[in-house]
């Protein structure tokens, strides 16, 4: 319903509107009560503004602008004084409250228990808030006129008293803001508060690090040394300078293009090959693997002929990064790929290391796969940016043929780059793979479908490709396989018992050479993602979510690069695994991690900085990963779909305007819907009669269209651009959700409490000594929300992913000796489990008490009965001791008479034939002790005749 | 009553049935037999009777249920308020449990089971053979349910409904010399053990008699 959408749009409605042309006063069927009430609400809107415009300019003010204000229940002065104070100070008088957040104030006497609790979190006051403030002309602190008490909050109790210290400056800070109120809107009272903060910073440091973990405390030490902050994730270039550093990241966005690029030429000339494909239907297949040799290092060194003979490897130069790339002289001296540069320099100190020249792979990698291309083929897959697969069955007759297309590829690419390539040939993908590593370097190879067992027999499991580690363990420890030839003794159900069904066959069939996989033209791109594995280094929570914010950024550009939205966002971080040292081997790398992933989905496709970024930080604050144990993060775009140009998206965060009839007649798009609205109030905005306080929104600088803009008027365009530029601030500017100029238009002491709400949900940095800013500001209040918002969700939220046994955080004993509704209130609000706090009751099981490893009646009969046959002249007095001893341990401790009776009973009864008065004594002797320990237990004594 | 307390409670009355019936401290004809843990057993027909055991009971389990009771006991008196018997059922391995976690039931799961009845079969059993194995009492006697509580909980929590019987260290210290402890039988079930016996005074019998 158009009206719905608009009811924000109108809080305190135009005053210039006119009756007739507002299509609230259209006239509406029996059917819709929702569209009813709407257009009510819209009426009663116009009817408040018309009363603001008949007002004499002399009782006019703008003290209550931007306010929007209800009224509950009975009040003094009465209701319709109270609603004409508003709207002559400027106000926004809301009649009906459909959301609480919709208004700023409520204003009542009284509010019943359940409203009072419904209202708990918002602003209430008392009708002589209203009465004071107009009568002083200026907006006095609601605070001293709460018609609610705030009650007393329990939660505090869960904090250490450190916070209790900030205490004086939150009120410092509120009668900072207070006198602010009377200077000028554009002094903003950050800045008067910049200074006590600075003073602060140093206390407040300290104090934080105090809470910090042992890792992210590590972190900080690291983070000093400002060379190495300048690389890490605390550098606001960070990311600019990772991804032009990150080799696999130009691998992957190459591989993408390439891909691309291929799809294209593929689709191009389908008509062609497709035919040749189903021709081939049980055709031998003639696949064709081709591979640079040892890429970087011939591409860095092929216009250095005199480093082709010495060992050459490719690296980032400093400390220990891995060797990413080595030649063939290089891999004489036991270098490999992955390498730490420090470990290759002790194998070979003559070993050179060149740096990664990512323009010079990339043009390389073109001429390769412009080589490919010009070959007639059927297929041409991009494996990676020095890897492509060939399917030639239709243009080649036999594996010689063959050898000479590869022989024609070879040299092509050798005078176009000067590096080699080496090539593998075989029946399918497996196969040539196979022949290409027996290949290299620089050669062909080709495996004959009837030479293939004999040649698949001598390699070892692990050659085979999707054969791990782990599976050719596996392997050798259940059926003592090491080679494939061994593999291809076992049966398939042998291997698809332990293996599972897929990959069992997967293992029967590649031991044999067979591999059913076809090369089929590139899949569409399935998700875009931003990974960071490297230098990812935080001390805080912020740093962490400062850090998110510039990563998800970066994923909305590599979205809008491929034009696509998402469903679904998956972050994924990379935790620093239980025992993993805090620096690990490589210089800022991840080390050893555990990862965590989490996603979220979102109802319709999206690619709003504002919704993700608040999706964003609900995963990484469910994940409850400890800021300095953070060792990579990574978002993907899962779910992506191509992005409708003409997709609505609503920004339900701020108020949007609507067209307006008489300007624009006709059915319109959305897009030119919202600008020529923004046009309207642009120029209603001059318009002396026009409420300034009324909140707009222009739609987000993604939402504009180019081209309308272009055909706005002249002095529109530049309005409209000013607020764009105001819009693309950096966000630490200007919390984003809000309208910058919507907010400009607030009172000041409004203005800073919308913003430090939105810097608690936008959970800014903190500003730190670390990395102070300038202009970089937030109130210390708003930093311990900040924290004890952190505090508890750590606190409550079990991991979900590392299964931790979750231990209640509340003291039982305290929580006991709390009157009973705060005692209630604790548990809600940690929302710990009755049932984990019952575990902590402690349930001591009734002790039983052993005697000679016996326990039950009947064994203990027997043990006294061989007793007594073993000494018929009567027991050793040790003996007895121990076992009256024992007997008074179960009055007291086991706590059964029962069994005490039955055994002294049978004692007696023993005796009862022979009376050896040794064992009377002995007898006695225990019944004495027994009844003892009766007396101890303050029971009467045992009846044992 | 929460699931955990009823086989408690159900067993109390048995008891209480029973001790009442044996020990003829009202006409046996106000009794039927009836048929309890696969035993027999001896159950008032009485209303007020069963009203008032009920009742009782309840309000014991209701102490129960916080585990601040050491023993619930019947004990039987003489006309001259003298204790001449008195049945212990003693609830100390009850754990203590705050009261902010009896509002629900902690699991639904109902402890009873064959062994379990086996136990209080046995216990029921004891009792009967132990009451009615006693010299019977002096005429007028009355009886009372008390419960005693836990070392460090000073009062119970309805404590307005109980009243403060008569304990003094005195008497505490004639009943332990005077009477004499006769075991009934512990009832165990899972790591909830409850210790049954029964304290007589021997010599008062004759001295009322």
């Avoid at chain 1, 918002?122 to 602190?141: G, M, N």
């Avoid at chain 1, 011939?298 to 080595?326: D, F, M, W, Y």
């Avoid at chain 2, 004499?180 to 019998?205: C, H, K, Q, V």
Wanted: charged share 25%; hydrophobic share 35%; proline share 5%.
């Amino acid at each position: 319903m158009a009206l719905q959408r608009k009811k924000r749009e109108h809080p305190s409605g135009n005053a210039d509107f006119n009756e007739i042309e507002d299509e609230a006063y259209e006239s509406v069927g029996f059917h819709d009560y929702g569209d009813y009430f709407e257009r009510k609400k819209r009426k009663l809107q116009n009817q408040n503004a018309a009363l603001y415009k008949d007002m004499e300019d002399s009782s006019k003010s703008n003290l209550f602008e931007g306010l929007s204000m209800a009224i509950n229940g009975y009040t003094n002065p009465s209701y319709s004084e109270l609603r004409t104070m508003i709207i002559q100070n400027g106000g926004t008088f809301v009649q009906y409250v459909d959301r609480k957040t919709s208004i700023s104030f409520l204003i009542c006497s009284f509010l019943t228990p359940s409203k009072a609790i419904q209202w708990k979190h918002h602003k209430v006051v008392t009708p002589q808030w209203i009465v004071d403030c107009v009568r002083q002309q200026k907006l006095l602190p609601w605070m001293n006129y709460r018609a609610v008490q705030p009650a007393a909050s329990q939660s505090l109790l869960a904090f250490p008293d450190a916070f209790k210290k900030y205490d004086p400056q939150v009120s410092e800070q509120l009668h900072e803001s207070s006198e602010v109120e009377g200077q000028p809107q554009d002094a903003l009272p950050s800045y008067h508060l910049e200074q006590t903060e600075t003073k602060e910073n140093k206390d407040e440091l300290s104090n934080r690090l105090d809470s910090l973990s042992r890792s992210a405390l590590h972190n900080y030490h690291l983070l000093k040394n400002p060379n190495i902050r300048k690389s890490t994730t605390q550098n606001p270039e960070f990311l600019q300078k990772f991804f032009d550093s990150s080799r696999l990241h130009h691998l992957s966005t190459w591989k993408a293009t390439l891909k691309e690029e291929i799809q294209i030429m593929t689709a191009s000339s389908s008509s062609l090959t497709s035919t040749g494909n189903i021709k081939s239907g049980n055709k031998q297949h003639y696949i064709m693997h081709v591979d640079f040799d040892c890429f970087f290092a011939s591409v860095s060194t092929r216009n250095a002929r005199e480093l082709q003979l010495k060992p050459v490897a490719v690296a980032h130069g400093i400390r220990n990064s891995e060797i990413a790339s080595c030649n063939y002289e290089a891999r004489k001296y036991g270098i490999k790929n992955g390498m730490f540069v420090s470990t290759a320099k002790s194998l070979c100190p003559s070993l050179v290391l060149v740096d990664y020249d990512f323009d010079a792979y990339e043009s390389v990698s073109r001429e390769f796969y412009s080589v490919l291309a010009d070959t007639p083929n059927d297929c041409l897959k991009v494996i990676s940016i020095d890897e492509a697969l060939l399917d030639l069955t239709t243009h080649v007759d036999s594996f010689e043929e063959c050898t000479k297309v590869a022989e024609s590829i070879r040299t092509r690419v050798r005078t176009k780059t000067n590096c080699d390539v080496s090539v593998g040939i075989g029946s399918n993908v497996l196969l040539a793979r196979l022949a290409l590593r027996k290949a290299k370097p620089h050669n062909i190879f080709y495996i004959k479908d009837e030479d293939a067992c004999e040649f698949l027999q001598c390699l070892s499991v692990q050659d085979l490709p999707g054969v791990g580690p782990s599976q050719s363990f596996k392997l050798f420890d259940l059926y003592g396989v090491k080679t494939v030839g061994d593999l291809q003794q076992i049966n398939k159900h042998g291997l698809q018992e332990t293996f599972g069904v897929n990959y069992g066959l997967h293992l029967y069939n590649i031991a044999r050479g067979v591999d059913t996989s076809h090369i089929s033209n590139e899949t569409p791109r399935r998700s875009v993602s931003v990974d960071v594995n490297w230098g990812v280094r935080f001390i805080f929570l912020e740093d962490a979510m400062d850090f998110l914010k510039r990563l998800l950024k970066e994923l909305l550009i590599r979205m809008s690069k491929c034009d696509v939205v998402l469903h679904q966002l998956q972050l994924r971080v990379l935790k620093r695994a239980e025992n993993a040292p805090f620096d690990p081997a490589k210089y800022l790398g991840a080390g050893e991690v555990t990862t965590l992933t989490k996603s979220a989905m979102f109802t319709s496709a999206t690619k709003s900085f504002d919704i993700l970024f608040r999706q964003v930080i609900n995963l990484y604050t469910s994940l409850n990963v400890d800021p300095g144990d953070v060792r990579g993060i990574g978002l993907q775009a899962l779910k992506i779909v191509k992005d409708d140009k003409n997709e609505r998206v609503f920004n339900f965060n701020a108020p949007l305007k609507t067209p307006h009839k008489q300007i624009l007649p006709g059915p319109l798009n959305e897009q030119q819907g919202q600008n020529q609205g923004n046009e309207n109030i642009e120029a209603s905005s001059t318009c002396t009669t026009f409420i300034p306080s009324t909140p707009y929104d222009l739609p987000s600088a993604s939402q504009v269209s180019p081209s309308v803009l272009a055909q706005l008027p002249q002095s529109m365009q530049g309005n409209i651009r000013r607020q764009l530029e105001l819009q693309n601030k950096r966000v630490d500017e200007i919390p984003s959700q809000l309208d910058p100029l919507f907010l400009k238009e607030l009172p000041t002491p409004i203005r800073n409490e919308v913003k430090e709400d939105h810097e608690i949900t936008i959970n800014r940095r903190l500003k730190l000594k670390s990395h102070v800013q300038p202009n970089d500001n937030i109130p210390t209040e708003t930093a311990k929300k900040i924290q004890q918002q952190d505090a508890f969700e750590k606190m409550l939220r079990p991991n979900k992913k590392v299964k931790k046994q979750y231990i209640p955080q509340v003291d039982l004993q305290v929580l006991e000796e709390l009157p009973k509704e705060i005692q209630e209130t604790v548990l809600e609000e940690t929302k710990v489990n009755r049932y984990d706090l019952a575990r902590e009751v402690k349930m001591i099981p009734n002790p039983v008490i052993t005697f000679q490893q016996k326990q039950s009646i009947n064994e203990l009969r027997e043990l006294l009965a061989r007793w007594y046959e073993k000494t018929p002249r009567g027991p050793n007095s040790r003996d007895v001791d121990y076992f009256s001893k024992y007997l008074g341990r179960v009055i007291r401790e086991e706590r059964n008479l029962l069994k005490v009776q039955a055994l002294i009973r049978w004692l007696q009864q023993l005796n009862r034939k022979d009376k050896i008065g040794a064992w009377q004594m002995a007898i006695e002797k225990t019944v004495e002790v027994v009844q003892e320990a009766c007396f101890i237990r303050q029971t009467p004594p045992l009846v044992l005749l | 009553m929460a699931a955990e307390d009823s086989y408690w409670t159900v067993k109390l009355i048995v008891c209480i049935h029973c001790i009442l019936c044996n020990r003829q401290l009202y006409p046996e004809s106000l009794f039927i037999k009836s048929r309890k843990y696969n035993t027999v057993v001896w159950q008032s027909r009485h209303p007020i009777l069963c009203n008032y055991i009920q009742d009782a009971v309840e309000a014991c389990a209701h102490e129960l249920q916080g585990g601040t009771v050491e023993c619930i006991y019947l004990s039987i008196t003489s006309k001259d308020h003298v204790e001449l018997e008195r049945y212990i059922f003693s609830a100390y391995s009850i754990p203590r449990i705050p009261d902010f976690l009896l509002e629900k039931p902690i699991s639904p799961r109902v402890p009873y089971s064959d062994s379990f009845v086996e136990s209080l079969r046995a216990a029921i059993i004891r009792v009967q053979n132990a009451t009615r194995s006693l010299e019977q009492l002096p005429e007028d006697c009355s009886w009372s349910i008390r419960l005693s509580l836990k070392e460090n909980s000073s009062r119970p929590k309805a404590w307005e409904t109980w009243y403060l019987s008569e304990h003094t260290p005195e008497t505490d210290l004639e009943r332990r010399y005077q009477n004499l402890t006769i075991p009934l039988r512990n009832i165990s079930i899972g790591p909830m053990d409850s210790e049954l016996w029964l304290e007589s005074r021997p010599d008062a019998y004759k001295m009322e008699n």
